[in-house]
């Protein structure tokens, strides 16, 4: 890493490494920030950018305060005398501060941020909860998503997502070195992967304009896991329906619905998979999803349906999905009717499938 630039200004004039790091023109849009804060401080005026010279000064100097920021966030609550606002709030607004002024800049610690993050985004702090969610969107607007995919959900060599459960990421350099974080894809609880999804969702929020087609063919496939979708648990299953909500938007926006790619398709997918958990909240959240998909695809309520049955079908032959099919079959309503030789010829092939298994482990018991 180059760290030339964050030396003692006072030796040195500007240069041009200077301004092509820190005098960029490109300010995004703060007013597409969906979230508010709700501290009683109010947050800095984010349509003001400020100053090259300020923002070289906080680059430099952010390395001393912020380990010790993020360390606060997570310590146990103490409140400040004669304050409305607790040491976790005011180390989230100085967390916000250095965002705002170090900007894109702040890759250089997004490893350790999200980490913080995560570990607070579902605390039962409703203040400290909408202020993380925040400050996440905030990263977001300055971040892309190709720097903080690699750090949430990792590929292979080969472009596939990691479906091992022990992925991890390495952060090089720092106090660090050789520590662990956890990812999309990591053995950890459901709650550490609920909070993981929680603020990869706002951060895909705060950078709805700069996903690529890549980058929405990685998420679909990691949202279609099945190590990932515990459908007994709600509130993963509800950060999983605003992920696919998010990506839904964006596709139609940029027109990618219908292309070859078919990310209608697996929209549909991982939508009829998340519908069929047994709470009533989440099966109607899926079943809007679907119904606003297939408006944006079919321009009508239903017309997905129709259009994709007979390829899920077909895909349910080689890989067969129990929540898949009995959710397309339970919403299709009289278009299955269409299809009826399809859904014969798939439950006999289930069922020749459970037969060799069956005669296979009776043939087995001859020899214990």
């Known amino acids: 890493e180059d760290l030339s ?36 401080q109010p947050p800095a005026d984010l349509a003001h950018r400020p100053s090259i010279g300020t923002r070289m000064c ?17 310590d146990v609550e103490w409140s400040i005398p004669l304050s409305k606002m607790t040491r976790r709030h005011v180390a989230l607004r100085c967390l916000q501060a250095t965002i705002r002024y170090t900007e894109n800049n702040a890759v250089q610690h997004l490893q350790s941020i999200l980490d913080a993050m995560y570990k607070c985004v579902l605390d039962d702090d409703a203040v400290l909860q909408q202020e993380v969610l925040y400050t996440v969107e905030l990263l977001g607007r300055f971040i892309t998503p190709e720097h903080y995919l690699p750090l949430i959900m990792p590929i292979n060599y080969e472009g596939q997502v990691k479906e091992a459960t022990s992925a991890e990421v390495i952060r090089t350099g720092g106090a660090d070195t050789n520590k662990r974080f956890p990812t999309w894809f990591s053995a950890s609880n459901t709650q550490t992967r609920t909070c993981i ?29 099945e190590d990932l979708m515990d459908l007994d648990q709600p509130p993963l299953l509800r950060a999983l329906l605003n992920v696919l909500d998010d990506v839904t938007g964006i596709c139609h926006t940029r027109g990618w619905l219908c292309d070859g790619n078919k990310f209608d398709f697996k929209i549909f997918c991982n939508l009829l998979m998340v519908g069929s958990a047994a709470d009533s909240q989440i099966q109607a959240l899926a079943q809007t999803q679907i119904t606003a998909l297939s408006q944006f695809a079919t321009g ?8 994709h049955f007979a390829a899920i079908l077909e895909s349910l032959y080689a890989t067969f999905n129990t929540s898949i099919f009995e959710n397309l079959l339970l919403h299709a309503g009289s278009i299955q009717a269409q299809y009826t030789d399809l859904i014969v010829k798939l439950f006999c092939t289930r069922l020749a499938d459970i037969q060799y298994m069956v005669d296979t482990n009776n043939n087995l018991r001859l020899f214990t």
């Not at 040195?12 to 709700?38: C, E, F, G």
């Not at 906080?58 to 997570?74: E, F, G, I, S, T």
């Not at 895909?204 to 496939?221: F, H, M, N, S």
């Open 58 to 74: 906080v680059a430099d100097a952010c390395r001393r305060w912020l380990p010790d920021c993020l360390k606060r966030l997570n």
């Open 300 to 307: 009508t309520d239903n017309g997905i349906y129709n259009k």
């Open 197 to 225: 999804i929680v603020v990869f969702d706002h951060m895909l929020k705060g950078a709805l304009e700069d996903v690529k087609e890549v980058e929405v063919d990685l998420i679909l496939r990691a949202c279609a896991m």
């Open 5 to 40: 630039i964050v030396k003692t200004l006072s030796t040195r004039h500007i240069s041009l490494k200077d301004i092509i790091w820190y005098a960029d023109d490109a300010y995004p849009d703060m007013n597409k920030i969906s979230v508010q804060s709700t501290l009683p």
